[in-house]
Every structure is written in C-alpha cells, then in structure tokens.
C-alpha cells in the first residue's frame, strides 16, 4: 500500500532570504560524504573566501545533480540555451570555475 505524501512547511528566514552569492565552488568527497564549498573570487584577487559549506550524503547529492539538471532544462525551454563563459562546448559547471576536486 502506497503511503500518502505528507505536506512539508518549509521555513525560510530573513538572512537566508537574502542568498549568498558564488562564482566558485569546490567540491570533495569521501566514501560516506559530498562537501561543496560555495566561495566567492574577485578580478585579479590571489584567493577566494568560501561563504557556504553544504554536507550530503552519496544519494542526496546525486538527487540534487538530477534535480539542477531537470530545472536547467526548464530554465532554457522558457529563457534559451545558458552560455558558459569561455567555452565554445557545452560542458563544464554552470559558471562557475571548477576547483581540484570537481
């Protein structure tokens, strides 16, 4: 028997609210874990600084792969096809620069 879909509230405050801006992100992993590390780079700055960190497990990040893949879709069905800077090809990280890990 099917179990019915339980209704989640979802709270969101007013510091998340605001977002986080990234235009880099590094990610690692081990057998039991996915660590992305959302940091941000200036021109010309010899660093970056990381803003966010999120941990998840093996199947919640290959969730989240499918799911950033499905709404990219629907983004370039409504808005046209997402240019990646530099490239001529259509791989690579949605903008952002890969770290070593990625």
Same mark, same amino acid.
Request: hydrophobic share 35%.
């Given at each position: ?19 986080i ?16 590390? $959302?940091? &941000?780079?200036?021109?010309?700055? *010899?660093? /970056? %600084?990381? $803003?966010? &960190?999120?941990?998840?497990?093996? *199947?919640? /990040? %290959?969730?989240?792969?499918?799911t ?32 070593p890990?990625?």
């Open positions: 028997m099917e179990q019915p879909k339980q209704k989640l509230n979802v709270e969101l405050g007013e510091k998340e609210a605001e977002g801006y990234s235009n880099m992100v590094l990610i690692s992993h081990s057998p039991s874990e996915f660590i992305i590390d $959302f940091a &941000r780079v200036m021109p010309g700055a *010899p660093k /970056a %600084k990381i $803003f966010s &960190r999120i941990v998840m497990t093996p *199947p919640n /990040a %290959k969730a989240l792969l499918e950033l893949d499905r709404n990219v879709k629907m983004y370039e069905e409504k808005h046209g096809k997402v240019k990646l800077a530099g490239r001529s090809d259509d791989t690579g990280g949605i903008g952002f620069k890969q770290g890990e990625a």
